[in-house]
């Protein structure tokens, strides 16, 4: 089984600039996630999908976040404009459903904020 | 509301030692509890995890860990820790309702390994 597909691994960009992550989950994965994980922090929940719909985004910074998951398979994240303080590991995760937790992560993508 | 508290930010064990990461977790119910392994540049691998039943918990790799609900606490253990081992670990626990599914995590312990 193929596992949760993320690109680019890296990426660096000048504060105010914007840039996109995209998200492959693993096939029949109806539930998808992004975590933004700081330098020594645990990854925190930006937003969760169900299907190509919302469940929770109550922690996307939404003056300057979206995502979307458009067709209920793949999704992009995007950041525009970006700050210093965004500089963190994206991580992409993916489950059947949510009753049970069964996450795959990706190995996500570094973002560096200069 | 809910949060995981990791009291370690580093550790160090001598390879062929024991190993036990301490995690306490404040949830009003019984909660669902998780401890990842994260390796530089990967994402995160499920060790292990307790939804209810037998507090004592086996995983991945040798680990264990135990669901003790009067300290609030999910420690995780190794008898003997192997180099290989050397990772950040984290610990989470599973948020309930509307936003079942979403995981809370510590900030991680990172273990080095000395031969």
């Known amino acids: 089984e193929a596992g949760v597909a993320q690109s680019p691994r890296y990426k660096i960009i000048e504060k105010r600039q914007s840039v996109a992550f995209w998200c492959n989950p693993i096939?029949?994965?109806?539930?998808l996630y992004w975590y933004q994980q700081i330098l020594g922090q645990g990854p925190k929940l930006l937003i969760q999908?169900?299907?190509?719909?919302?469940?929770?985004d109550s922690q996307l910074p939404k003056d300057r976040f979206s995502a979307e998951r458009l067709k209920g398979v793949d999704s992009t994240l995007k950041i525009q404009p970006a700050k210093l303080e965004d500089s963190a590991v994206y991580l992409c995760?993916?489950?059947?459903?949510?009753?049970?937790?069964?996450?795959?992560f990706g190995s996500g993508t570094r973002l560096t904020v200069v | 509301a809910q949060s995981v508290t990791q009291p370690d930010i580093h550790i160090t064990v001598s390879e062929g030692a024991s190993l036990e990461l301490r995690c306490n977790y404040s949830y009003g119910a019984t909660p669902y509890l998780f401890w990842y392994v994260q390796s530089p540049g990967q994402g995160l691998q499920l060790l292990l995890k307790?939804?209810?039943?037998?507090?004592l918990v086996q995983g991945i790799k040798g680990f264990e860990a135990e669901f003790k609900r009067s300290q609030s606490s999910f420690n995780l253990r190794k008898p003997s820790v192997h180099w290989s081992d050397a990772a950040e670990y984290f610990c989470?626990?599973?948020?309930?309702?509307?936003?079942?599914?979403?995981?809370?995590f510590g900030k991680g312990t990172k273990l080095s390994v000395k031969p």
């Open positions: 999908f169900q299907n190509n719909g919302v469940v929770d």
């Open positions: 989470a626990v599973g948020a309930h309702g509307g936003s079942q599914g979403n995981l809370i």
């Open positions: 096939s029949g994965h109806a539930t």
């Open positions: 995760a993916s489950s059947l459903d949510t009753s049970n937790y069964g996450y795959t």
């Open positions: 307790y939804f209810s039943g037998d507090t």
